[in-house]
Each structure stands twice: as structure tokens, then as C-alpha cells.
């Protein structure tokens, strides 16, 4: 009996071994996968209130989505903020939720694919991070991936150059061929609104000075230092708006209102 009691031994241990290979692999394949996703921020020290360009990357194979839910005027969706506490934990900032409000879609972010958008840095000093969780449609599971850490801290505004503030609200529209007369229009969705972006150019010297996607809501907000711009639409399609090109005037330290609609051309 002890032969066979040694070879069940064998048997068991090797089976042992197989299962954690096979778990550490699966490990492995998970973390390369989040690793293939990154979320980018362009600094790493912004003073209250500065504006923070926030990138992810969809590098696998597969289309993710961002998890979707409530999005309020002032929201980052599809990024959210964690800060880093005493405890060295990081919490989830919450968002208060203002009017605006809107129910998000499945927003598929494809192989290869980037998405940016502009937030704004917290208005108390300390360490964050952006974070961006997601679903995938291969059924793997959902996942979180994280930008490197960032400080906000009144020095890094006291020490930067003026700004001031281009902001405004985009109308979009028609969304459906046919709009019937007393039925208000539907409100564009999410990825509707960041499907949708602007581009500014100084006036003087002709280049470039701002690129960016509209918030999920359709509203907007960009520093830009004092001087002269023209705002034009970053043309998506048959996309166009008699609201621009416009000239606009920045100053420093204060915000300039330009409010836009966008005809997607559909009749």
C-alpha cells in the first residue's frame, strides 16, 4: 500500500503545482492587459483650479467601455480623481450633482484607440490620481487603470504664467432624422458630446494652441494665456457650426463665454 500511497502523493503535488502555474499565468495575463491600458495626465503639479489634460489608451486587443452612470455638469466621466489620505489609502473624490444631469451609453474605446479630456485640478492641496475603470467585451472582467500620482499645491499657480479661461456650453443637433413639433429634442448623449471638440489658434501667429474634446455634458473649458484666438470646430464628418470661426478675447484671470451649437447634418 505505501507505493501507492507515494504515487497519490506525487500525483497531488504535481497537481498542486499545475493549478498555480496556471493561476499565476492567468495573473500575469490580467496584469498585462491593465498594464496595455494607460491613463496619462500632462504634469505633475498643478496649482487649484489649473487645468489637467488627462489621456487613456486602449493598447490590447480588445474594446473597452468606461463604467458608465449618472453624469453631472462639473463630472470628470469617463476619469474619476482619487486622493491619496493620512493612511497612505487613496479615496475616491466624489462629485456633487448639478444640473445638468444625464444618464451615460456604452461609450466602446477600440484597440488602439485614445480618449482625452480636459478636468480641473481639486480645489484642496494634496497628491492625487486619476483613475478610469472599465468593462471589456471579451468577458475577461472589468478592470481599473491609474495615472501617475500628481500635486496640487498653490505654489505651482502662484509660479506659473497667467491664464485666463475659454468656457462655454455646445448645443448638438438634430440627433435623429425626424423631430416631431411640441416633442422636445432628445439630449445628446455622452459620447455624443465627446465625439465633438474645438481647436484654437493664436491670431498673431497662426499656430496652434488648444485641441481638446468636449466635456460629457457638451460643455467646455480651456486656460489659455492672454492674447487673441480664433476658435474654429475640429471638423468630425459633416459636422459644422455657424457660431464659428469667432475671434475671442482672453485675459488673465478671467473666463470668456462662448456658447456654440454644432449641426450634425442629419435631416
Known amino acids: 500500500m505505501l507505493p501507492i500511497r507515494i504515487v497519490a ?23 498585462a492587459a491593465t498594464a496595455a491600458i494607460s491613463v496619462t495626465t500632462n504634469g505633475s503639479s498643478y496649482g487649484p483650479g489649473d487645468p489637467i489634460m488627462v489621456t487613456v489608451v486602449n493598447g490590447t ?22 486622493r491619496l489620505d493620512d493612511a497612505g489609502e ?16 456604452v461609450d466602446l474605446l477600440g484597440p488602439g484607440e485614445s480618449q482625452t479630456r480636459q478636468v480641473a485640478a481639486e ?13 471589456t467585451t471579451d468577458g475577461s472582467g472589468p478592470g481599473l487603470a491609474v495615472s501617475d500620482p500628481y500635486a496640487v499645491d498653490p505654489a505651482s499657480m502662484a509660479s506659473g504664467p497667467p491664464v485666463g479661461y ?17 416633442v422636445p429634442p432628445p439630449t445628446p448623449s455622452p459620447a455624443v458630446c465627446t465625439a465633438r471638440g474645438l481647436v484654437v489658434y493664436d491670431v498673431n501667429t497662426g499656430a496652434e494652441a488648444a485641441r481638446f474634446p468636449l466635456g460629457p455634458d457638451c460643455h467646455y473649458q480651456v486656460a489659455l494665456p492672454p492674447g487673441a484666438y480664433r476658435v474654429e470646430l475640429d471638423r468630425r464628418g459633416i459636422d459644422f457650426s455657424k457660431d464659428l470661426p469667432r475671434v475671442v478675447q482672453i485675459t488673465a484671470g478671467q473666463s470668456t463665454r462662448l456658447d456654440l451649437s454644432i449641426d450634425t447634418g442629419i435631416r
Open 90 to 105: 487613496w479615496q475616491d473624490v466624489v462629485f456633487s450633482r448639478t444640473p445638468p444631469c444625464i444618464g451615460t451609453a
Open 61 to 82: 486587443t480588445t474594446p473597452i467601455a468606461p463604467v458608465g452612470g449618472i453624469v453631472c455638469k462639473g463630472s470628470p466621466w469617463p476619469f474619476g480623481i482619487q
Open 9 to 31: 502523493s506525487v500525483s497531488l503535488v504535481a497537481l498542486i503545482l499545475a493549478g498555480t502555474v496556471m493561476a499565476t499565468i492567468a495573473a500575469l495575463r490580467v496584469s
Open 166 to 182: 475659454l468656457e462655454g456650453q455646445v448645443s448638438i443637433g438634430p440627433l435623429q432624422p425626424v423631430e416631431r413639433v411640441g
Open 123 to 135: 480645489a484642496d492641496p494634496g497628491t492625487y490620481r486619476v483613475t478610469y475603470a472599465y468593462d
